[in-house]
């Protein structure tokens, strides 16, 4: 077989509806729905050789080991969906820090999903690419599109009908999501140990299921409403019921940082000031607030006051993963 070569391109999502646990963890999944907002600005590109020697994967310029390896090589195998599969060579490049709460697993695997889906000339749809990219990290199959994107946790026993499902483009609602960076460093506990350990340790984890359908409900009308209230509140609700089945974890999963804090307090001291803005946090000490367009620069300077913050940068709504060589 002669080498076959694509590139793909994915922002990463910020979950405003929180995903934390799984239904089955072989398919990768979630005990719950989530809503969230593909970012610009932060983005994954991904080229994938098919005719390899071997698998490989290059992330950074930097050869991974087997254990990175094996998600790369399962969604491989899924795109290329038969016997003879042959070995790729995946070379991917973030432009913002990897596996620190900012969600670089969402782009990676979508966008891995794409290039590799167009490199190998399969005819993939949208929702089954979601499908593929949910087998490496369950909040990639948000990535595949733009915007506002809600992933049902599906009924059937194979998976395939659990996938993202865009709720709104991009150019919806001109929003930021400012990005306050507390660490670049590579978090403690990663995602998918840390809600497997959740799931099995925390008493508080079956109000969390629960209670999660009314908020992606209430989230999805917000959006589709335009009401910054009303997503900010369910965004809140729902950072904090995750984070507070983190914290009751054994052993507890705590990713709060005193500046992580410190940024949670600003937060509730501007919007008691009338300025209208929402905190939401993921599996890092990275805070997250969500604003207008017009706000987004009176928030980031107040937050540039915090101490100890190494960044804050204002995001706008990012596109669809698109194939970019
Ligand atoms: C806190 O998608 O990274 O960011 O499916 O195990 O790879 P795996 O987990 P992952 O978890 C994301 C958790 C979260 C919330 C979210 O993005 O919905």
Known sequence: MSPRTATALAHPNIALVKYWGKRDAALNLPAVPSLSLTLDGFATTTTVRWGAAADRLVLGGVERGAAELRKVSRVLDLVWGGPGRPAAEVTSENNFPTAAGLASSSSAFAALALAAAAAADQPLDRARLSVIAR???????????????????????????????????????????????????????????????????????????????????????????????????????????????????????????????????????????????????????????????????????????????????????????????
């Open 135 to 325: 087998q490496g990290s369950g909040s990639a199959c948000r990535s595949l599109w733009g915007g506002f994107v809600e992933w049902r946790m599906g009924e059937r026993a194979d998976g395939n009908d659990s996938h993202g499902l865009p709720v709104a483009p991009a150019d919806h609602w001109d929003l930021r999501l400012v990005v306050a960076v507390v660490s670049a460093d590579k978090k403690a506990v990663g995602s998918t140990d840390g809600m497997t350990r959740t799931a099995l340790t925390c008493p508080l984890f079956p109000g969390f299921v629960s209670s999660a359908p009314a908020d992606v409900d209430q989230a999805r009308a917000a959006v589709l409403a335009r009401d910054l209230h009303a997503l900010g509140a369910a965004m809140e609700r729902s950072t904090n019921k995750m984070h507070a089945t983190m914290i009751a974890t054994e052993p507890t999963v705590r990713y709060w940082k005193p500046v992580s804090v410190a940024v949670l307090d600003a937060v509730e001291a501007m919007r008691a000031s009338g300025l209208a803005c929402y905190s939401t946090m993921d599996a890092g000490p990275n805070v997250k607030v969500l604003c207008a367009a017009a706000d987004a620069e009176r928030v980031a300077e107040t937050l540039r006051g915090v101490p100890g913050l190494l960044r804050v940068e204002a995001l706008a709504p990012g596109g669809d993963a698109r194939l970019v060589g």
